[in-house]
């Protein structure tokens, strides 16, 4: 996708150019991200490169099927990752915004749930990330599950 940007634009196509400001690689949810990002911050020239997902009635013929190719996306501040963990939060904290801006209403809270055995560091750098945040978590034993 070629995009010719103008300030405070959501999304943004245009003729496919040879000659980019910016170049974004991968259309997934943090390329596109990226992509409406650096067109709302200045008249630049920005191409995002990706597949572009294939519409809900093609699915059942697919042989592959990844996680981010479909209407649900994950975000959360409990990624064992604090860097990913921080990111996802800023995002988060701009969904209303975007949403508002174009008009689609797109995320819904639900929670989430990490389960691993007693002791498991990633269940630790998960709790560690979102206390870091101040993200709500709490620790559950398996009986409460």
Same mark, same amino acid.
């Given at each position: 996708? @070629? #995009? ?9 196509? @245009? %003729?496919?150019?040879?000659?980019? &400001? ?17 067109? !709302? !911050? ?12 294939? =519409? ?10 990844? %996680?981010?190719? &479909? ?7 409990? &990624? =064992? ?6 990111? %996802? ?15 689609? %209403? #797109?995320? !819904? ?7 691993? =055995? *007693?002791? !498991?560091? &990633?269940?630790?750098?998960?709790? *560690?990330?979102?206390?870091?945040? @101040?993200? =709500? ?5 398996? @009986?409460?599950?």
């Amino acid at each position: 996708l @070629g #995009f010719n940007c103008t300030p405070n634009l959501v999304g943004c196509r @245009g %003729a496919m150019e040879y000659e980019y &400001d910016l170049a974004i690689v991968g259309a997934g949810l943090i390329g596109s991200a990226a992509a409406r990002h650096a067109c !709302s !911050s200045a008249a630049a020239r920005v191409v995002l490169l990706g597949p572009e997902e294939q =519409p809900r009635t093609s699915w059942a013929e697919r042989e592959a099927f990844g %996680a981010h190719h &479909d209407e649900g996306r994950i975000t959360r501040t409990t &990624d =064992p990752d604090p860097t990913w963990a921080l990111l %996802a939060q800023r995002a988060i904290g701009r969904y209303a915004e975007l949403a508002e801006r174009a008009g689609i %209403a #797109f995320f !819904s809270e639900v929670g989430h749930l990490a389960v691993g =055995p *007693a002791g !498991s560091a &990633d269940l630790a750098k998960r709790a *560690a990330a979102a206390a870091e945040l @101040g993200a =709500p978590h709490e620790r559950l034993r398996a @009986g409460a599950l």
